[in-house]
Each structure stands twice: as C-alpha cells, then as structure tokens.
C-alpha cells in the first residue's frame, strides 16, 4: 500500500489574505480572535488545497498560539478547506 505525501500550508498571508496589524503586540487576545474570525480568505489557494487534498495529505501549519486554535478551526470549516487534520 502506497503512503500519501504530505503537503504543508501555512495559514496567515497564504491560505488568508492577511491583514497588517497596527500596534501588533498591543492588542489583547479578545481582539486577536475578532481579527481571525474576521480574516479574509485568499480563494485561489483554498481552491489549490481542496484539490490538492484529493491526491496528497493536507495539513495546515500556524504560528498562532493555542488560544486562538477554536477560532482558527472555525475559520478553516467556515471557508471549507479539506484538510487531513
């Protein structure tokens, strides 16, 4: 049986079409959910994972930090990205 390949993405400024945050290290972490879940999609990629997630196992990586990974999951299922995690 032939193991599938792993492909990697990251999320923010590939699979979103990230923002700049002004005062970065000042905003508290209720505000950093807000711009997550606010996040716009960058399409054109998600449409790459999804099919690229047909032939290849899929994972997305992120540096955000585990407090943020209910909203980032809900991003992900919000845009329907097809993901093998």
């Known amino acids: ?28 972490p209720n505000k950093m959910i807000e711009i997550y879940k606010n996040m716009k999609p ?8 999804n099919r690229l997630a047909e032939k290849y196992l899929v994972y ?5 930090s585990d407090i943020y990974q209910d909203c980032t999951v809900k991003w992900l299922k919000k845009w329907e990205l097809t993901t093998s995690l």
């Open 1 to 28: 049986m032939k193991r599938k390949k792993i492909i990697a993405f990251d999320l923010d400024g590939t699979l979103t079409n990230k923002g700049h945050f002004k005062d970065f290290f000042d905003i508290t």
């Open 60 to 64: 997305i990586y992120t540096a955000r």
């Open 42 to 49: 960058n399409k054109k990629m998600i449409a790459l994972v």
